[in-house]
């Protein structure tokens, strides 16, 4: 089997939903690692848009099988609801979609504690408000519910009981809803119905396609590497590890099986939520790629903040992943700038560093040292080759490569399937 890992390196949103879906023509088995509903992957095709939160993207092409792996955290409404309106369109997804026994629920109070905190601390990060974070620090604490724990009702009822206690403290302190166990239980056994059949191992299933040399497994990772909760921008991240080493984890795979890692960074750089961002553009500038580009999110619908392409943070990233190949995404939206900004630095303590300097105290202080390059005015959103493409859209391109050491694979020039060119 060939297994290969997709990740974004920015700050999410980088337009992997349509890059998996794209690869996905060619792969077996699509698996998310990691991340919950607070994930929005977009994907035009045929000119239907479908955003999708929880289901791989690969669900899209009809002749893959998907799965969602014991790193990921299941609102189990959120996915009923996603099956549903996906097989209302036509998809076939039950029958399509595995989960892991061993993947977390996100139950009521979960989301609610998110929101609560978010609304109250002075210096919220910004979350999606889908209760991620405190569906994960249930799982650290270990009074988290798993997906294969819903079969044993007697067993679920007394984990349910844990479980509350502990979110007790909270919601009492805060005088929130006080949720009964047996309320609980039946939220779960009604949103889990329609797909409790295929809730199995999927361990030995993907050990067994390992053995298969002709097999395509894509591991699909959700936000960026920015918002890794190791190596992002703490505390304003997600509350996953959303980097490649996380797939392995996330899926039960050795690291020995993967060989390739695809990250994925946009054009440009977008950020949702508060934290730092060395290279936002709050100009006119800055107004014209969020126009552009139709930056909103597609989990919140709140505006993104837009900056110019760091290439400090994007080999720092690329490092990390270990990135065999790049996709860069959204490029058409750089059309008409006469001119293009790339951070190639950092100023920092009066010098110019390359190296990025990783802890949030000194990535507070940093301002971006800038290189500016030509733009261009054709319209390039129907090129299909990189030799069409205008010279200083190449030159750009070249930068980027040279200076991650990293060859591109793909690029982006438009929403729609098809608006991809293939190096
Ligand atoms: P949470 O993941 O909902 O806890 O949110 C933590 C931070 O990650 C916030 O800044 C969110 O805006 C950001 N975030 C979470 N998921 C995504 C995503 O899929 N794209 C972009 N930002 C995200």
Redesign the pocket.
Known sequence: MTCEIMV?LQ???EGKGKVIDCLSEKADYIARFQ??N????TVICGGTKTILHLIPSGILQNHTHCMLGNGVVIDPSVLTEEIRKLEKSGIEVTSRLLISPLAHLILPWHREI?SFIEEQKSNA?????????CAYADKKARVGIRMGDIFDRQRLKKLLEESLWHAGFFLKNNDKKRYEVDEVLAWIEKNTASYRHRIQNIIPILHRIASDKKKLLLCEG???TL?DIDFGTYP?????NTTAGAAGIGLGLAPQHFRKVTGIAKAYTT?????IFPTEDTTEDGKRLAEKGQEY????G?P?RCGWLDLVSLRFAAQINGVTSLVITKLDVLKGFEKIRICTGYYLNDQVCTEYPVQTSLLEKVKPSYIEMDGWEEDISSIQSFEELPMAARRYLRFIEENLQVPISMVSVGPGRHQIITL
């Open positions: 974004g700050w999410g949103d991340g919950g607070n994930a929005g992957h998110d990060i910004g979350t999606t408000k889908r209760g991620i974070g959700a936000q960026g918002l304003y991240v997600t509350s996953s950020r949702v939520g508060e934290g999110g597609a989990t919140t709140r993104r």
